[in-house]
């Protein structure tokens, strides 16, 4: 269709999306796709699947074996410690990557700049890569819960709260994107060890989100702390949902509804401040020339 | 045919020739050597002009450190087995040395452009692979000490060394297996192509279960029995233990002479592997002109 003058093409509507959000939902689409080529498409299957299983079952066998050493186990801690250890693998790759599929595209396939260029924004696309790359994630924690099973831990009776599953799931996934959009927002602004910053967060939040330990554990100031990551909500709301236990301790006193609200309430807040601080930093990158840049890390 | 050379220019420019190729076995010696200081340099100087290296050279093991720690008192376990838990995790940092900066090294150099000019200078890979190894190692024995240090004075743990000669001997024959191994892991990791980092990843978690790092090798029977005899940081860790914390040495699978034995056996075996490896890659890579150079 040729373009006259003060008759700008309209955005092709996408399902039932107009404008913008029909622009956005394409680029989230396409850079979804991407995401699959790159993150799952690496190798043939049988070599995906084996290490999407290989490194989970070997953290979870890593921390039993340790759990193991104060003696023989019940299946209620086998069940605490395969719930938390599952749950992370996804907070891990949704922390992680935003941060390293724009490092990727500046670094490795030095394609930023042409996707800048485009008429998308970046926050589709990098929501997009962080989501493929946490739903890889999620085969791999339902491995480690059904090797859960094979151990004999205690699942819910009848099966997993639906309900609270279907509250709980989609909350806790974008509380962690949102903040996994922040971290992008910022390394990309960063000369060296961009990439080791996301897994500097990820390593710190696993130690604190009560994964694999109560939370009574930790010294007493870094408790608070803990207590009030939504990460540390969404992994004790998914126990409850699949478990139909709560967690020792001052989390396992909080109501269901208050935990679903302080998870809901969370999740609102980082939403409202993650897409602005993303732009914030991506706009400064532009600004000093920190797309176009190669820093050989 | 005007730049021709004949008669007695042409003796004179042959011989020039061979001399300057057919070097004394001193002289190739020497020239390894360098090589192999020049390799080490950037690994020990160059690391510690760049501090955030080394933050977080000390963040990730520090923080691993700690979820161990924090699990085992979660039970109530044995200090003993915090202070092992320290010991395994400063050993570790050796270990996370040998699979990114030894066997993911020349993958990524080959992405940044750099394996090519190793290839056209007059250097053996073998040389270069040796002093990556070398200045790694040298490179990583403050990380390790940090990492002690800082487990120390977190959590209280306490150590009776009756024997320092003896863990200096156990921790230097496991780190040179480690290193060994490194060797292998780097013509690997280039021939294994984009699936290198993946690989890497394999290496970590896997290897510190199979490899007894923080529960003892025993616990893992038959498959601990095999990995003592194929993966250094299994003996390693379990040597470690027995002569730095004594409460734990009925954990021990095998008498830490035995153990230190394997690792020399490791040291040696993994050189040979590593050596026949690297001449493998260099002649495919020259032959073929893809392993060696970017891909784009």
Same mark, same amino acid.
């Given at each position: 269709?040729? +373009?006259?003058?003060? @008759? #700008?093409?309209? %955005?092709?509507?996408? &399902?039932? /999306?107009? $404008?913008?959000?029909?622009? !956005? ?110 739903? +890889?994630?999620?085969? @791999? #924690?339902?491995? %480690?819960?059904?090797? &859960?099973? /094979?151990? $004999?831990?205690?699942?819910? !009776? ?115 401040? #993650? ?5 914030? &930093? ?16 | ?296």
């Amino acid at each position: 269709m040729p +373009i006259s003058a003060g @008759s #700008a093409p309209g %955005v092709r509507p996408f &399902g039932p /999306l107009r $404008g913008a959000a029909a622009d !956005a939902a394409r680029s989230l689409v396409a850079s979804a796709r991407l995401a699959w080529a790159i993150e799952g498409n690496w190798a043939e299957p049988i070599y995906l699947a084996a290490f999407l299983i290989i490194r989970p079952l070997a953290f979870l066998g890593l921390f039993l074996a340790v759990l193991n050493i104060g003696g023989t186990l019940n299946v209620a801690t086998i069940g605490f410690v395969v719930i938390g250890q599952a749950v992370f693998q996804i907070v891990s790759a949704a922390l992680e990557g935003p941060t390293h599929a724009l490092l990727d595209d500046r670094e490795r396939y030095r394609t930023i700049r042409y996707i800048f260029a485009t008429p998308s924004s970046l926050l589709p696309v990098s929501i997009g890569r962080s989501l493929v790359k946490a739903s +890889i994630a999620g085969f @791999s #924690a339902l491995i %480690v819960i059904g090797a &859960g099973v /094979l151990l $004999g831990v205690p699942m819910r !009776a009848g099966g997993p709260d639906i309900l609270l599953l279907v509250a709980v799931l989609p909350l806790g996934l974008l509380s962690v994107v949102g903040i996994g959009i922040v971290l992008g927002g910022i390394c990309v602004q960063l000369r060296n060890d961009a990439w080791a910053y996301p897994q500097a967060v990820s390593s710190t939040v696993f130690l604190l989100c009560g994964a694999i330990f109560p939370l009574e554990v930790l010294p007493g100031p870094v408790q608070n702390i803990a207590a009030a990551l939504p990460i540390t909500w969404w992994i004790e709301g998914l126990r409850r949902a699949l478990l139909s236990t709560t967690s020792p301790g001052m989390l396992g006193t909080m109501p269901t509804n208050e935990l679903l609200l302080a998870l809901a309430v969370g999740t609102a807040v980082i939403w409202l401040i #993650a897409p602005r601080l993303f732009v914030m &930093g991506i706009d400064r990158a532009r600004e000093k020339g920190y797309l176009d840049r190669n820093t050989a890390s | 045919m005007g730049n021709s050379v004949v008669g007695a220019e042409a003796t004179a420019l042959i011989s020039r020739i061979h001399d300057e190729t057919t070097w004394s076995l001193g002289r190739r010696i020497r020239h390894a050597f360098v090589s192999v200081v020049a390799r080490a340099y950037p690994r020990v100087i160059g690391a510690a002009r760049e501090p955030s290296w080394l933050f977080f050279d000390l963040v990730f093991p520090i923080l691993g450190m700690c979820s161990i720690v924090f699990l085992l008192r979660s039970r109530g376990v044995d200090e003993a087995w915090i202070a092992s838990t320290i010991l395994a995790t400063a050993l570790l940092s050796f270990w996370i040395s040998v699979v990114w900066m030894m066997g993911a090294q020349f993958h990524w150099e080959r992405d940044s452009g750099n394996l090519l000019l190793y290839i056209t200078a007059p250097v053996g890979l073998g040389a270069i692979a040796l002093g990556m190894a070398i200045g790694g190692a040298l490179g990583v024995v403050i990380r390790a000490v940090i990492i002690t240090v800082a487990g120390v004075l977190l959590f209280g743990a306490k150590y009776q060394v009756a024997d320092p000669f003896l863990l200096a001997l156990v921790m230097l024959a496991g780190v040179a297996a480690m290193y060994s191994l490194g060797v292998c892991l780097s013509s690997i990791f280039l021939i294994s192509g984009r699936e290198a980092d993946h690989l890497g990843s394999l290496l970590n978690e896997p290897m510190h279960l199979l490899g007894g790092v923080y529960a003892p090798v025993r616990s893992m029977g038959t498959v601990g029995v095999v990995a003592l005899g194929i993966l250094p940081l299994a003996p390693a860790i379990d040597a470690l233990r027995q002569v730095a914390v004594p409460q734990l040495a009925a954990t021990g699978i095998l008498p830490v002479g035995v153990e230190l034995l394997i690792l020399l056996a490791m040291t040696a075996v993994f050189g040979v592997i590593g050596r026949a490896l690297l001449a493998h890659i260099e002649r495919v890579g020259r032959a073929g002109g893809k392993l060696l150079a970017r891909a784009d």
